[in-house]
Structures are given as structure tokens and as C-alpha cells.
């Protein structure tokens, strides 16, 4: 066959613009299966890990984030805050945090991987209420000189420290949940995954 007659140019143009379709086409084939591979927004509310910053977080103040559809409390507590717990080990129903299924490093008195900040779910561990972030030092309907701040969960009455343990006589069985979690940087904790010890 003869090469006369033939629009190369023509030919090119047609070569290109097949292959741009074919890869589009290629392209929005694999969206389904690249959003699939993707957590749903169900999922993500089913337990899916939440990154949080917390370098804007001041000392003595509390912020709530939302995982696994519960608040999750994540303190930053004062050097006064951490000498104070251990003036209330007598007061408090298990002041070492030795309950089963916890992270390892809930065990202690300040039942966290840094110190310095405090996380967990904000759900009294009697009936699910919401205890009230309570830091005043003091407080006279919470027992006085004796309140060291911390919870108060208004539906029973039940209390607890800057570092979720419960004050003995308390209806909530059990200390504050602490959620698995870790330091991803000095800044950045994933609320869900736990690493252990950062």
C-alpha cells in the first residue's frame, strides 16, 4: 500500500486523542474501587482512628473531640494538678487503675503516656451521663478544701479526679475509660490506635 494519500498529522491527532479517552476512561473506572479501599464515613464513625492537634491546648483546660460517636476528653494538666493526685490516693475506689482491659499505660496514679495531658471518654462509667468538667479548686458542693478539681457527673452524683479515677462510694464502678491512643508527634495524638509508650 502506497504512503501517498496518508495524513500523518490526522494520524497523530487521532492516536492522541484515543489515548486521552482510553486513559480517562481508564481513570473514572478506578474511582469504585479506590473509594472503596477508602473508609466510610460509617466506618470512621464506627471506630476509624481521629488525628487531634493539641499545640494550641492551654494548661488547665479541657477539649472534646468525637470518636466512635462518644466525646473524648483530652486534658492538660499543671504541675499542681499532677502533686495534687497524690493527696487523693486514699480517697479514690482504685487509685492505681489496676481494672482489666485498659491500655497498659492507664496503670498508676496519672494513667497516661505523658502526663501532662489526661484522655479520656467522657462518659460516666454508672449510666453513660456526661460528668461536668469541674476545675476549680475547692468547690464547696464538691467536698471543699478537699476538691482538687476534676468531674462531676450530675445524673448520680458520682466524682472524679483529674485523671478519671473515681472517689470511693461513688455510684460509677469504675474509673473513666481510657481510649487507645498515641503520640504521633509532641502535638499530634491518633485517638484508636494504641502503640503502647510513645
Known sequence: MSKEGVDLGRRRFLTATTTVVGGAGVAVACVPFISYMMPSARARAA?????????????????????????????????????????????????????????????????AIKPEYMVVVGLCTHLGCSPTFRPDLGAPDLGGADWKGGFFCPCHGSRFDLSGRVYAGAPAPTNLVVPPHKYVTDTVIIIGEDQGVA
Open 47 to 111: 471506630g476509624a482512628p481521629v488525628e487531634v492537634d493539641i499545640s494550641k491546648l492551654e494548661q488547665g483546660k479541657k477539649m472534646t473531640i468525637e470518636w466512635r460517636k462518644k466525646p473524648v476528653w483530652i486534658i492538660r494538666r499543671t504541675e499542681k494538678n499532677l502533686s495534687d493526685l497524690a493527696t487523693l490516693d486514699a480517697g479514690m475506689a482504685d487509685p492505681d487503675s489496676t481494672a482489666p482491659q485498659q491500655p497498659a499505660y492507664t496503670k498508676g496514679r496519672e494513667r
